[in-house]
């Protein structure tokens, strides 16, 4: 098991500032912490995505209503075959 890092004053700070318009994977990668830990520390300090970010590409497992995959499924599947490609 890992050891738990405690979080520093600037990477709170990179935190509280780009957290709301940043993918949350790049952020992970740019404080070497897992999206886990960002998304952990970032509900502690009540961050939120941006409108505009959950508006944009990067944020489709985000979106309430999103059904990602669903369109594969149909599409593939037609009762318990699956259609060619």
């Known amino acids: 098991m890992s050891q738990r890092r405690s979080w520093q004053e ?4 990179m935190l509280l500032l780009q957290y709301a318009d940043t993918p949350t994977r790049a952020l992970a990668r740019s404080l070497g912490r897992s999206e886990s830990a960002i998304y952990g520390r970032a509900a502690i300090m009540g961050l939120k995505k941006s409108d505009t970010y959950l508006a944009g590409p990067d944020a489709c497992r985000l979106r309430r209503g999103d059904n990602v995959g669903a369109a594969c499924c149909l599409l593939c599947f037609q009762g318990d075959t699956m259609l060619p490609q």
């Open 10 to 13: 600037c990477e709170l700070t």
